[in-house]
């Protein structure tokens, strides 16, 4: 009995809708900090960058609404 050629489907780790990507250069220091974190959360590196960003658009709003 042959057996189907198939494809194993890559994984996903963005979520859905997450298809405009960006560069960002960063220090050495600034990625250790981020390798740190990403073994404390068992997150991919990208995954833990845009947990950050996500996390630093949030506190900036807030701190841009109480200013006013």
Same mark, same amino acid.
């Given at each position: 009995? +042959?057996?189907? /050629?198939?494809?194993?489907?890559?994984?996903?780790?963005?979520?859905? !809708?997450? /298809?405009?990507?960006?560069?960002?250069?960063?220090?050495?220091?600034? &990625?250790?900090?981020? $390798? &740190?974190i $990403?073994?404390?959360k068992? &997150?991919?590196?990208? +995954?833990?960058a845009r947990?950050?960003?996500?996390? !630093?658009?949030?506190?900036?709003?807030?701190?841009?609404?109480? +200013?006013?």
């Open positions: 009995m +042959a057996t189907a /050629n198939t494809i194993t489907p890559k994984p996903i780790y963005a979520p859905k !809708g997450c /298809n405009c990507p960006i560069m960002v250069h960063i220090t050495e220091s600034e &990625r250790e900090e981020l $390798k &740190r $990403k073994q404390l068992m &997150r991919s590196m990208s +995954a833990t947990m950050l960003l996500l996390r !630093g658009i949030a506190q900036y709003d807030q701190d841009t609404l109480s +200013a006013e």
